[in-house]
């Protein structure tokens, strides 16, 4: 004859009493309390192993937390589970893992993984604007959603009012940088594929601008206004560096001297300055150094050779000279940028070495191979055509006014 449980009541539960060692209370079909010796009482699940067909307990939770009636529920539904040969132990923990990665792997934090890998391959500049870009357009509305459940129409839903506003050449980066993410989440294995795949084709593309910029005629006109411009010494010698020198204006506005060797006549920015992430060396004129002469006695004390005017502990902005441009009157014909291409067209123009501009210009190679192997950046050979270049812009100015040699620069400031 089979042996009967007697079902269990609340109340004696309720009145189990602890003893020195730890003994059950059965409920029957498995389900069962343990008393603990410091008075604690646990449920749990005596059962046959679906797979492994050994005996086991599953810890179903505590009581009282964990009533006599439900935890008569959860044993039924861990028993519906084992009779479907799924184990209710490991059920559980995959179902806690499944939950974990839901509220871990957002996209915030998924991003933050992302951004982190990122940054080590791109200005700090760069890096500062892509960030900003996300905390102002996307994680407002997306920041705790998983990425797991993330698709293309929720996305394009957010980014169509951003199109609304005229702003395309921001929708087109931030749907690049979403894809990045996304792509970075399917590496991971946190999704299986990344949804927003193709999202640009539900945007209007952005009209490509050229870089506005000077024809080499005109650099009289640039040289004659800088001289006579009503702005700081520090925004005129910056101005005047990043003509001479042909870098980008985070990267001369970001000048510091420790990078600066003026006995070698040598100014080398460091990869992590520079857009592609190569050091960047560039030969110093007599021009150049007349230039930083001038600074001298304004930040040779200090880490920045161009150093903020609000903040002398920081460099100026790379908008600097955007903002100093606009107020010459050269408002949508040069941008800092066209700077560097006024240079190239002029140096070029001249029949200079088409290798020996891309140098100047630190740019790299568009043929990977070749890019690969060819690693000189031809500092020798760039020094003649650098002193040419700083010759012209000087031989631009006009009688006194001429603001490339430092003690016409210092009159005229």
């Known amino acids: ?3 009967t449980t007697t079902r269990l009541s609340d109340k004696e539960i309720k009145a189990a009493k602890p003893k020195e060692k730890e003994y059950m209370l059965s409920d029957g079909d ?10 604690s009482k646990l449920w749990l699940l005596n059962y046959t192993h679906p797979i492994k067909r050994k005996r086991t307990n599953f810890g179903l939770g505590k009581y009282p937390e964990l009533s006599l009636a439900n935890a008569r529920k959860v044993a039924l539904d861990a028993k519906a589970l084992i ?6 132990q490991e059920n559980k923990k995959q179902q806690q893992q499944e939950l974990q990665a839901t509220h871990q792997h957002t996209l915030f934090n998924v991003s933050q993984d992302w951004f982190a890998i990122k940054q080590d391959d791109i ?11 996300l905390e102002l357009h996307i994680f407002p509305n997306l920041a705790n959603t998983p990425v797991k459940v993330i698709t293309a129409p929720m996305v394009i839903k957010l980014l169509k009012p951003i199109e609304a506003r005229g702003s395309l050449e921001t929708v087109k980066r931030l749907a690049q940088r979403l894809n990045e993410i996304m792509d970075f989440a399917t590496n991971c294995g946190l999704v299986t594929a990344n949804p927003l795949t193709g999202i640009k084709a539900a945007f209007k593309k952005p009209k490509k601008e050229n870089m506005a910029t000077l024809q080499p005629s005109e650099l009289p006109e640039l040289i004659n206004a800088i001289a006579n411009a009503s702005i700081k010494r520090i925004t005129r010698c910056l101005i005047e560096w990043q003509l001479h020198t042909m870098t980008r204006p985070s990267e001369a506005a970001g000048a510091r001297w ?17 857009k592609k992430r190569r050091e960047h060396r560039i030969p110093l004129t007599e021009q150049a150094i007349a230039l930083l002469e001038i600074m001298k006695p304004i930040s040779g004390h200090r880490e920045f ?6 903040d ?13 441009l606009k107020r010459m009157g050269f408002e949508g014909r040069l941008v800092s940028h066209g700077l560097r291409s006024l240079a190239s067209t002029t140096l070029n123009e001249q029949a200079f070495e088409a290798d020996l501009v891309e140098a100047a210009l630190a740019h790299v190679d568009s043929n990977q191979v070749r890019s690969t192997y060819n690693r000189t950046d031809y500092l020798e050979r760039r020094i003649p055509m650098m002193d040419w270049w700083s010759g012209h812009i000087e031989k631009s100015a006009q009688g006194s006014l001429s603001v490339t040699s430092a003690l016409a620069l210092q009159a005229a400031i």
């Open 83 to 88: 009779a479907q040969g799924i184990d209710p």
């Open 258 to 274: 420790e990078e600066i060797d003026l006995e070698a006549k040598v100014w080398t920015i460091p990869p992590a300055r520079m």
């Open 305 to 310: 050779v161009f150093p903020s005017d609000r």
């Open 30 to 39: 498995g389900l069962r309390v343990r008393v603990k010796p410091n008075g």
């Open 312 to 324: 002398p502990l920081k460099s100026c902005n790379n908008q600097t000279v955007n903002m100093a």
């Open 123 to 133: 200005t700090a500049n760069h890096a500062t604007d892509i960030w900003r870009s």
């Open 1 to 3: 004859m089979a042996k």
